[in-house]
């Protein structure tokens, strides 16, 4: 008996410790642990570790390639990375085999490393290949920076050469196949959410898997140093939205294919805005990617749910399209003639077009940012020029400005009064 209420007492006891369930809904289903910052070794197997260094990491913005390579090939069980010096951004990692491949170290993916903290490890590498070379894309942020990368083994200790900048970085690595291998568990887990009844458990556990996945998805194609082929974003934009319209309105699928749209949306302005290093995007590529995704927006029935979305953010891109045109045209250093003839180009798509048609504004934009640079440079130009030709030009642009809709009379008015201003002293309009 007395033993029965020391165990009572203590089964009691045992309980307080614990939080009681939420009155009314069901309390969520606990989440998985998070992974420890160092994975457990295998059973059973020894790690023997060797230790390899990043000196003068590159400031440049978008950071620079770096290779530490192996002395001797050997299968490593995992990494981790810290800082020796100063803070950086650690962009990607990735470990290349004997066989010239390349695996992704997905936990180092876009990390920031201080000095003050503890090491990054990635995760355990499930492949039995040899490894020759580890190679981390870098930036120091603010002054000097040194990365340490610790290797471990189960065969012997890794030694790491010292790490070495590899010249003329030239953005061959892209996502493109790792995405594609990250959809496959958000379709997998969008498949069992669609088949699930509506506000089931077992909806609720597929939403919170999904929710994972799609997060884990954005934060790997954010990575800054490396990129996703244009022709891949198209079809990733192109394929959210259609499942996006295609999935069960008000299930756990419908916000998770709108965060992916939005997500590669948005990864691509912030390339356009920031021009990173391998997601440059000149001005045609914008505008054939603008009118892909017109087309796309043409296709959809009118009540699709994601019509709506798409249509902003292919009006942005296409809006984007005359500031990066500016740019180009300022680096391209054209002749009178040369800017002329752009302007002249765009100025014609501008007039043929009809009034709301998608690149009508964009068009007439471009044409005013070419006859802009044509305009300073015939300023240079005619100081050279000889009487005969300011003449013809004259005569050229005078018929020009008695056109109606051929050419722009404010364009042909201001060529005129550059002409005239040196040829006479004093501008022909005012």
């Given at each position: 008996m007395l033993l029965s209420r020391v165990l009572l007492f203590v089964l009691a006891g045992a309980q307080i410790s614990f939080a009681a369930p939420e009155v009314g809904n069901k309390p969520d289903l606990p989440k998985p642990p998070a992974p420890p910052s160092e994975p457990t070794p295998p059973p059973g197997e020894t790690q023997y570790e060797g230790v390899g260094r990043i000196d003068q990491v590159t400031r440049e913005k978008g950071g620079d390639l770096y290779r530490l390579d192996l002395i001797k090939t050997l299968p490593l069980v995992r990494i981790e990375a810290k800082s020796r010096l100063g803070r950086m951004k650690v962009y990607s990692v990735s470990l290349v085999t004997d066989k010239n491949e390349k695996v992704p170290v997905r936990q180092l993916m876009g990390v920031n490393v201080d000095e003050p903290m503890a090491p990054i490890s990635s995760e355990i590498f499930q492949t039995k290949t040899g490894i020759v070379a580890i190679e981390v894309l870098a930036e120091a942020m603010g002054g000097e920076a040194a990365l340490e990368i610790k290797a471990f083994s189960t065969k012997e200790a890794p030694r790491l050469a010292l790490g070495s900048r590899i010249p003329a970085f030239s953005c061959k690595r892209n996502l493109d196949a790792l995405l594609k291998d990250k959809l496959d568990p958000v379709q997998l887990w969008v498949g069992r959410a669609e088949a699930a009844a509506p506000g089931s458990v077992q909806e609720k556990f597929a939403g919170n898997q999904?929710?994972?996945q799609v997060k884990d998805f954005i934060a790997t194609m954010n990575t800054g140093g490396t990129f996703t082929s244009t022709p891949y974003i198209l079809t990733l934009m192109n394929f959210f939205v259609d499942q996006y319209n295609a999935v069960r309105g008000g299930g756990v699928s419908e916000p998770a294919y709108k965060s992916l749209l939005t997500g590669t949306y948005d990864m691509l302005i912030v390339s356009i805005q920031n021009e990173l290093p391998c997601r440059k995007f000149p001005?045609?590529?914008?505008i054939k990617m603008a009118m892909d995704f017109n087309?796309?927006?043409?296709?959809?029935?009118?009540?699709?749910?994601g019509r709506a979305?798409?249509?902003t953010m292919m009006s942005k891109v296409r809006d984007y399209a005359p500031d990066q045109y500016r740019k180009e045209l300022a680096a391209a250093n054209m002749t009178f003639r040369e800017a002329d003839a752009e302007g002249t180009k765009y100025y014609k798509m501008y007039v043929g077009s009809k009034d709301g048609d998608f690149l009508k504004d964009t068009n007439k934009n471009m044409s005013a940012y070419a006859f802009m640079i044509a305009e300073?440079?015939?300023?240079?130009?005619?100081?050279?020029?000889?009487?005969?030709q300011k003449y013809q030009l004259i005569v050229e642009y005078q018929a020009k400005y008695n056109s109606n809709n051929e050419f722009p009379q404010a364009?042909?008015?201001?060529?005129?009064?550059?002409?005239s201003e040196e040829t006479f002293g004093y501008p022909m309009f005012y």
């Open positions: 999904l929710r994972d001005s045609a590529e914008l087309k796309k927006h043409q296709s959809m029935p009118a009540d699709a749910r979305l798409f249509a300073q440079a015939l300023k240079v130009e005619v100081k050279m020029m000889d009487i005969e364009v042909a008015m201001r060529y005129l009064n550059i002409l």
